[in-house]
């Protein structure tokens, strides 16, 4: 069973930036489609960036042009660049392995991220 370790949030205020990693344990991660997904608290959970094996990736119209996830194979590390943070970013970050956008193995525990002055 592959287990997911995400971490590098914190708390920032508006229009700073972080950088999330989730690491992957098990062999063949440079195979897979990988997501970011987020989680605000009483709200449900939602796919914000997506990785494809070949590099090519997706976001989420609310994220665009300020988030940018990337992966390191050789670590089994997928990456989420958050730059221009705002307020409504404020949520529970996970990754997971996407399959046709649908998240497959267990999730991790997840890592905060607060944007607040």
């Known amino acids: 069973q592959v287990q997911l370790v995400e971490s590098g949030g914190g708390l920032v205020q508006p229009g700073e930036s972080l950088r999330l990693s989730c690491a992957a344990s098990?062999?063949?991660?440079?195979?897979?489609?990988m997501g970011w997904y987020r989680q605000p608290l009483g709200k449900q959970r939602e796919l914000v960036a997506a990785?494809?094996?070949?590099?090519?990736?997706n976001y989420a119209d609310s994220v665009k042009g300020r988030f940018t996830v990337f992966r390191d194979n050789a670590k089994n590390t997928v990456y989420l660049q958050m730059n221009s943070l705002k307020p409504e970013d404020t949520a529970v970050y996970y990754c997971?392995?996407?399959?046709?956008?649908?998240?497959?193995?267990?999730w991790g525990q997840g890592t905060q991220v607060t944007v607040s002055s």
């Open positions: 997971n392995r996407l399959v046709g956008n649908v998240p497959t193995w267990t």
């Open positions: 098990g062999s063949r991660f440079s195979i897979y489609a």
């Open positions: 990785i494809a094996s070949t590099g090519s990736t």
